[in-house]
């Protein structure tokens, strides 16, 4: 076990456990701090998982925080993930309830399809006011050209959305992070930090329900983010309910303006901005296609796909080559008939045969997509089938 101790410079927050440190560095948004410990705690697990090391945590955190922890420990010890390792906390302070903010919500916005499809779900159904870009997370740092390049872009999302954007830098990363399983745990620290003063933090989702049963690829699920909320700040999951198909048609009626700024790659991080031409990429252009939209919008550089899938080799390890055969089965639900439509076909007959035929039994369902039908609709939907999961 090992005594963590942190210690705050203005905005940037610095948590030393002993064997190593981070930070949280920013915003300042003016916000009361000091009261509750509790994002600390959501970034220790994460470091905890990774290095397989234990905490005493002597700093005031929310009655419901141990429980929290214990309800995410468990979900990891279920998954028996590996090259995650056990970790376990000491707490010695609850700090005295406070009532919760009354308005306002903070939502992670990297300024691609999902997080910019989840702001703007998130602005209308939730009232969320402030966005937060992390720096650190794809890029190493909030200096590197590529970030400096994002920033401005996310910038411009935030403004036509109408959100306040802020920015967070943490090096938590450089300790050795799996990033694909345990960054929800980071970008919850990252929202607790700074959304302090407000009344929730939301998530995007980046695959849908049926993607997160059927080829488990991150932790960013609906439901493990119970064990990241607090009564004082609930965190709340938006866009598992639309394929990304429905979110860039959503995105095209509601605020066509968007495409100029949004960007999916992280491949050369010297410039920012989309290659145009890596897995993401070219995946995102089939959506695109998909969604009856011309993929020189957010592609400049674009070449018809329906000539490179054909000479694009499978990825090597199977959950992506399955990964791929989600998207590419996905994709001929809303594919015309045409060239793409005839690549898409041939790469999955390419994916079965790869995977054996296992593939196709397990993704192709009978049921279509979830319609998004009008704009209207969607920001008023009462069901609960558009609605996002909330919690709080
Ligand atoms: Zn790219």
């Not at 930070?23 to 705690?41: I, M, S």
């Not at 009532?99 to 009232?127: C, F, N, V, W």
């Amino acid at each position: 076990m090992y005594d963590v101790g942190i210690t705050f410079e203005g905005p940037k927050c610095i948590v030393d456990f002993g064997r190593g440190k981070f930070v949280l560095d920013g915003p300042d948004r003016g916000q009361e701090r000091g009261q509750t410990y509790d994002f600390a705690v959501y970034a220790l697990i994460a470091v905890g998982l990774a290095k397989g090391i234990g905490f005493r945590f002597p700093y005031p955190i929310s009655t419901e925080v141990q429980t929290r922890v214990r309800e995410n420990l468990f979900v990891w010890d279920a998954w028996r993930k590996k090259h995650l390792r056990s970790t376990a906390f000491e707490f010695s302070q609850v700090a005295a309830p406070r009532p919760r903010a009354e308005s306002g919500g903070i939502i992670a916005l990297s300024g691609g399809i999902d997080s910019t499809y989840g702001a703007l779900i998130a602005k209308h159904q939730l009232g969320i006011t402030d966005a937060l870009l992390i720096a650190g997370a794809d890029y190493s740092d909030a200096g590197q050209a590529g970030f400096v390049d994002l920033r401005r872009r996310v910038q411009a999302i935030a403004d036509l959305i109408g959100l306040r954007l802020h920015v967070l830098e943490t090096d938590i990363r450089s300790l050795g992070i799996n990033w694909t399983y345990l960054h929800p745990m980071v970008l919850a620290a990252c929202l607790h930090y700074a959304g302090g003063g407000l009344k929730h933090g939301v998530f995007s989702s980046d695959s849908t329900f049926w993607i997160d049963l059927t080829s488990t690829s991150s932790a960013n699920y609906p439901g493990f983010i119970e064990t990241l909320s607090t009564d004082q700040f609930p965190l709340s999951h938006v866009g598992s309910n639309a394929t990304r198909v429905d979110k860039l048609k959503f995105l095209d009626e509601m605020l066509p303006q968007v495409f100029d700024h949004m960007s999916v790659c992280w491949k050369d991080t010297a410039t920012g901005g989309n290659c145009g031409t890596c897995e993401k990429c070219r995946r995102t252009q089939l959506c695109m296609v998909s969604a009856g939209l011309d993929p020189r919008r957010m592609f400049p550089n674009y070449q018809p796909l329906a000539e490179i899938f054909d000479a694009t080799p499978l990825p090597r390890k199977r959950d992506k080559i399955l990964t791929q055969g989600q998207y590419f089965t996905k994709s001929l639900r809303h594919l015309p008939i045409g060239p793409e439509r005839d690549a898409a076909i041939r790469m999955l007959t390419r994916i079965q045969d790869a995977t054996g035929g296992h593939f196709m039994q397990g993704a192709t369902p009978d049921f279509g997509p979830i319609p998004v039908g009008s704009v209207a609709r969607l920001l008023d939907d009462k069901s609960g089938i558009i609605s996002p999961v909330i919690r709080g």
